[in-house]
């Protein structure tokens, strides 16, 4: 099972090796991970995807939380129980010939994708959505167009309505 | 307004914060620390001979007393030497503050000499650690560093110190004491939630199979008090974890003895049938719970801890509180009053009926062997000599288990042990530790020909500090716990665990400046163990030839279920 970890946590040095070293020293997945500092300069929120049994989430978001530099820690619902989730994606690709840049373009327009860097031969694509929307997108546009390189930004989390994660 | 360097901060913090005992090993990088230490007044340095025992003497100092204990060492190989013994507190949950030099700020990250990363290395075995940036960081997060070890479920916290923080030359304004440090990111819980406690009140009150199993947190919150009320309110059946041995007077009639691998027959067999297991600051290790699967399978467990995460981590709790030991046992008793539970006199009295049978197995008989010393008749020697009084460190292996099924401990805070770790070598630092932090008190250590040798270096410190403690060396030739198992599960095979190439301990003892015996007969056995204890001035090493082929029993079967032992050797 997929879980999306919330984390807000002191921003000092070392707190973030700590979150990553848990993960490692307990045998817990890290698919993907990200962390900024938040309006708060002094917090920085971190949002972690993993995957595993129920309870072996339950024992991570315990764990996180014990350690001390760890300020708040919530796990993040499915989107149709209050989650909302998004990553960025940047793709780069050979685009040789005006018809696959037609394509490309037309493409980009469906999926509300800018193209954000051309020249007469690569085109590079920006996307964000959910993960799911991400997968599709570099999947589609993988059948009509030779993809150069692909990076994700790893997963940005809130909870939606009044569900606040806040000091 | 006060100047002073890192250096003089660091000590001056410590003494604001009451420490008078600081265990330590010189270097490089605390050099500056060390000549600000010669000007302090209240703080008495004890001088190891190895960073490990450095470190673990600090242990056993905070186990005997229940203060923290402070350690100072300096970067590089000084810091990694410590890193077993901070791991061994991290696992028992032992206050420890470990002060470690480093290379100065500019040089870090250049493979400098001695240089090491101590807060990565020691990362996974502390409740937390900091990194001074500035002299100022000292007063700062040596304070916070106290406050962490010893609150919420304590444990080691490293303060890395780099060289230029403590530089004499920079005086800084020391920052004086406030009354409590406040970090937003730490809070621990000390009050149960009322609700669940009701909840688990009745359940205890209505059980008709209830035990009380008992764990170091107890012994850490110090809920001994509380714990005997409940007991004889309900005429309870009790149990102890190694960790958790003495919370409960041993010689009390209720107390079944030590549960898990080695534990008794009728401890294993009570938690086995209960309905109910009232389970106080544990965290049910594999060593204690066997087959996760065929654990306790009638009982509803409810689970007290200070630590959210070791509740439902192997055993699911059926009520779990979140708390102090102490405390929730004081709101238990609260609720107990008020709705006036009393014991449940016929449950309880069959209950009773059928774990005095399985008392009737007698599972710590033994059988002497007609020459031969048998190591649990050691233990019973010293138990009876020092009237069971004595605070008793151990190493680890079969005198381990022997020492904490024969020593019956009735007072907290007197058995100490690598229960979590299990580190040889652990022993003797500590009740070295232990005998400086309760001078008035006799401290016997337990250990084997093996585990001593880990850090026989010490016995230079207890003379040079003059630390009177006495050392029983169950000497069997052999690593015996090792030797057990490749008996019994590895078709008898000795694997090097053979120790014929042990020293003549006696000779060692007496180069170090000690006094010391070799018992080999049984005759000479009691007469040796109170000579030995009659030298209250001095350490005294009683070398004693035991039993090679004894075994730790009874023994939990592997993968069975509590009740599944093996009772004797056939």
Not at chain 1, 71 to 92: I, N, P, Q
Not at chain 2, 9 to 23: P, S
Not at chain 2, 62 to 90: D, E, F, H
Not at chain 2, 313 to 325: E, F, L, M, Q, S
């Amino acid at each position: 099972m997929r879980h999306v970890i919330s984390i807000l946590l002191e921003n000092e040095a070392g707190a973030l090796s700590r979150v990553v070293g848990l993960f490692s020293q307990r045998g817990y997945n890290i698919d993907s991970l990200t962390v900024a500092p938040t309006d708060d300069p002094t917090l920085s929120r971190c949002t972690i995807l993993t995957t595993g049994e129920k309870d072996e989430a339950e024992q991570i978001t315990k764990q996180l939380h014990k350690l001390v530099c760890v300020f708040r820690v919530s796990a993040l619902l499915e989107e149709a129980e209050g989650g909302l989730e998004r990553e960025l994606v940047l793709v780069k690709l050979y685009t040789p010939n005006r018809s696959i840049r037609d394509e490309v373009k037309s493409l980009a327009d469906i999926f509300h994708a800018r193209i954000i860097d051309l020249n007469a031969e690569i085109f590079t694509l920006e996307f964000v959505g959910s993960s799911a929307e991400s997968d599709n997108f570099i999947e589609t546009l993988g059948k009509i167009v030779e993809i150069q390189e692909v990076v994700r930004s790893g997963l940005v989390g809130i909870a939606k309505g009044s569900h606040f994660m806040k000091p | 307004m006060t100047m002073m360097s890192g250096a003089q901060m660091l000590v001056r913090t410590l003494e604001d914060l009451g420490v008078d005992t600081l265990f330590g090993y010189p270097g490089g990088a605390v050099l500056d620390i060390y000549d600000a230490l010669l000007a302090s007044k209240k703080i008495k340095h004890i001088l190891g001979r190895h960073e490990q025992g450095v470190a673990h003497a600090a242990d056993g100092y905070a186990r005997a007393t229940g203060k923290v204990g402070v350690c100072l060492v300096t970067s590089g190989p000084g810091s990694t030497n410590t890193v077993t013994s901070i791991a061994t507190a991290y696992m028992d949950s032992i206050p420890m503050v470990v002060i470690t030099g480093q290379v100065g700020t500019p040089l870090i990250g250049s493979d400098a000499f001695q240089e090491v990363d101590t807060v990565g290395i020691t990362r996974p075995i502390v409740k937390h650690s900091y990194l001074c940036q500035n002299a100022l960081d000292i007063p700062k997060y040596i304070r916070q560093a106290f406050y962490l070890a010893a609150t919420g479920r304590p444990g080691p916290v490293v303060v890395d110190v780099p060289k230029d923080c403590v530089r004499p030359s920079q005086k800084f304004e020391y920052p004086e004491m406030t009354d409590k440090v406040r970090m937003r990111s730490y809070n621990p819980t000390r009050l149960g939630h009322r609700g669940q406690v009701k909840r688990a009140a009745k359940l205890i009150a209505e059980a008709n199979h209830p035990v009380l199993l008992i764990g170091g947190g107890a012994q850490l919150s110090g809920a001994s008090v509380e714990i005997k009320n409940i007991v004889e309110r309900f005429n309870l059946p009790v149990t102890e974890t190694l960790m958790g041995l003495g919370v409960f007077p041993e010689n009390d009639r209720h107390f079944l003895g030590m549960l898990g691998m080695h534990g008794t027959y009728e401890a294993n067999q009570t938690m086995d049938k209960s309905d109910l297991v009232l389970a106080v600051g544990c965290r049910f290790d594999d060593r204690v719970t066997n087959n996760l699967n065929k654990f306790c399978p009638a009982a509803k467990i409810v689970h007290i801890d200070i630590d959210p995460a070791s509740i439902s981590k192997t055993v699911n709790a059926d009520i779990p509180i979140v708390g102090d030991a102490k405390t929730v046992l004081e709101q238990f008793i609260e609720v107990f009053d008020e709705a006036g539970y009393k014991e449940n006199v016929e449950a309880l009295k069959a209950w009773w009926g059928q774990i005095n049978k399985w008392r009737e197995s007698n599972c710590l008989k033994y059988e002497k062997n007609k020459d031969l010393i048998e190591p649990q008749e050691i233990i019973e020697a010293v138990y009876e000599a020092t009237q069971g009084k004595a605070i008793v460190a151990t190493d680890v292996g079969q005198h381990q288990m022997f020492t904490a099924l024969y020593y019956r401990f009735d007072e907290p805070r007197h058995f100490l042990t690598s229960g979590g770790l299990g580190t040889m070598g652990y022993g003797f630092p500590a009740a070295l530790g232990a005998k400086i932090g309760c001078p008035d008190k006799e401290v016997v250590l337990f250990t084997g020909d093996g585990s001593f040798q880990m850090n026989i270096q010490e016995l230079s410190t207890a003379l040079e500090f003059n630390i009177p403690i006495k050392i029983f060396i169950l000497d069997n030739c052999t690593l015996g716990m090792v030797r057990q198992w490749q008996k019994m599960f590895y078709n008898g095979n000795i694997s090097s665990t053979n120790l014929n190439f042990n020293p003549d301990f006696v000779a060692v003892a007496k180069a170090y400046g000690h006094e010391a015996f070799r018992v080999e007969k049984r005759s000479e056995l009691m007469d040796t163990v109170k000579k030995a204890l009659s030298m209250k001035d001095r350490l005294v090493i009683v070398d004693i030839a035991c039993n090679t082929d004894a075994k730790v029993l009874p023994m939990q079967q592997m993968g069975g279920s509590m009740s599944d032992m093996f009772l004797n050797e056939e």
